[in-house]
């Protein structure tokens, strides 16, 4: 079955731009119709949805983040990406890579998740 | 953007227990709606889709019902495991939301 592995720095510096990786086994980025999310976790806090890339390659991105998050993927390589610039202490965080919604069936929700990549900005 | 206001942000049961939680949003999201159990230190993962489909896998303790802006999740009978924290989730449109989650302890 499809596995997501995170993968980024573990600390960058306040206005550095941070990027992060996500291997994805088990499947195909561009096959079965998925959305790939990206979603962070403040430390003791709740979800919040960063973004995601579609099967195609279209991004769309929550306005949140105030343009500073770019998401890309590279499907020869099963890989996703994020690129969050002029990071802050805020931007701390777990960020996991995820898969869903569907784009035809969005009520299936996010099915499968990473373990987690915790990133600190220091 | 679509709020998610999940109720109780906390409640204590006991194994056995029969437990609700609640998610409203702030417009309609047919049913649009997912939950799912976070345990510290993992991710989260899915346990109901659909507003009320159970995930493969998911225990059949877990249930879910609601259409439209209220939702509900229903532990069964609470399992040691299900102590955890529990979020909900719109996918009806962008940008995706989350409840702010309920511990159970």
């Known amino acids: 079955q499809v596995q997501l592995q995170e993968s980024g720095p573990g600390l960058v510096k306040p206005s550095q731009t941070l990027s992060l990786t996500c291997n994805v086994s088990g499947g195909s980025i561009t096959n079965g119709g998925y959305y790939w999310s990206w979603i962070r976790q403040h430390p003791g806090k709740g979800l919040v949805w960063i973004g995601y890339i579609s099967y195609d390659g279209t991004p769309d991105y929550n306005p949140s983040l105030k343009s500073r998050a770019s998401i890309s993927s590279d499907t020869s390589k099963s890989q996703l990406f994020l690129r969050l610039t002029s990071m802050m202490a805020e931007d701390s965080a777990i960020y996991y890579c995820a898969r869903g919604p569907h784009s035809e069936a969005r009520a299936r929700g996010v099915d499968v998740w990473g373990q987690g990549t915790t990133v600190l900005v220091s | 953007d679509i709020q998610m206001t999940q109720s109780p942000s906390s409640l204590s049961a006991s194994v056995g227990d029969r437990v609700t939680i609640t998610c409203r949003a702030s417009?309609?999201?047919?049913?649009?709606l997912s939950w799912y159990q976070q345990r510290p230190g993992k991710a989260p993962n899915l346990l109901i889709y659909?507003?009320?489909w159970l995930q493969s896998g998911a225990p059949s303790r877990f249930s879910g019902s609601g259409s439209g802006t209220d939702f509900t999740l229903t532990i069964d009978s609470l399992e040691p495991e299900d102590f955890a924290t529990y979020y909900c989730?719109?996918?009806?449109?962008?940008?995706?939301?989350f409840g702010q989650g309920t511990k159970v302890e």
């Open positions: 989730l719109q996918t009806y449109e962008t940008p995706l939301t």
């Open positions: 417009q309609s999201i047919s049913g649009y």
């Open positions: 659909g507003a009320s």
